[in-house]
């Protein structure tokens, strides 16, 4: 069954340093999303992107972060100058559609800002 | 504002028990979309369903079962059977943004613990 990939699994970083998170999506999808989980709390959306652009964001989505696909394969999630608070899950998903398709979701890569 | 509330923090059953996951949501939309997603203790997250605001008929899936009822804002999953496999942390979902499914609210998740 086809999958979506993200690396790296997990990642340490100093505060105050940027990250860049790496997402392929599954091949033949157009949407493309970002969620984040802090530990043991709810899945949070961040951003969708379809089309080369941001189509929808979340007020948790700030300057401090910013989306790219910078080929046909990957999809990014940078965060510049991480903060703390910023140590959470992170969760790449892809879907063929807008609606009426199943959202399949990466492993997750888990970013600790220290 | 859209909002989901999962009463059930945690639910604890022995194999073989039914249990049934609530969720009930909110809001001020008449078209909006309804999400289970499953966390098993791994960490990936899995869908499991989506459900359109105008369609109440309730879905099974092998064990799975789904009850929306939009008079009681609600969206109840029930598991029957329960096996050691199906403990995960269970998220209810939202949209109301009819552009983009994927940009949910979720719920903060009930927590379900099936024991042999």
């Known amino acids: 069954e086809p999958e979506v990939t993200q690396t790296p699994s997990h990642q340490v970083t100093q505060m105050g340093q940027e990250v860049i998170l790496r997402c392929v999506p599954i091949?033949?999808?157009?949407?493309f999303y970002w969620y984040r989980q802090i530990l043991g709390q709810k899945v949070e959306f961040l951003v969708s992107f379809y089309n080369n652009e941001i189509s929808e964001k979340s007020e948790i989505f700030d300057d401090q972060f910013s989306v790219e696909r910078p080929d046909g394969s990957n999809f990014t999630l940078k965060i510049r100058s991480t903060k703390l608070e910023d140590s959470a899950m992170y969760f790449c998903?892809?879907?063929?559609?807008?609606?009426?398709?199943?959202?399949?979701f990466g492993e997750g890569s888990w970013l600790t800002v220290v | 504002a859209q909002k989901v509330t999962q009463a059930q923090t945690e639910i604890s059953v022995v194999e073989k028990e039914d249990v049934t996951l609530d969720c009930v949501y909110e809001?001020?939309?008449?078209?909006?979309?309804l999400f289970w997603y499953k966390q098993p203790p791994s960490g990936e997250l899995v869908f499991l369903i989506r459900?359109?605001?105008?369609?109440?008929q309730n879905e099974i899936s092998g064990r799975y079962s789904w009850n929306f009822q939009k008079s009681t804002s609600s969206f109840n999953f029930t598991i029957t059977a329960s096996q050691v496999v199906d403990s995960a942390v269970y998220f209810c979902?939202?949209?109301?943004?009819?552009?983009?499914?994927?940009?949910?609210?979720f719920g903060d998740g009930t927590t379900l613990t099936v024991k042999p």
């Open positions: 809001t001020r939309d008449t078209t909006y979309y």
């Open positions: 091949s033949n999808h157009l949407y």
């Open positions: 459900r359109n605001s105008f369609d109440e």
């Open positions: 979902a939202l949209s109301e943004d009819n552009t983009n499914a994927g940009k949910s609210t």
């Open positions: 998903a892809s879907s063929e559609q807008a609606w009426g398709n199943t959202i399949y």
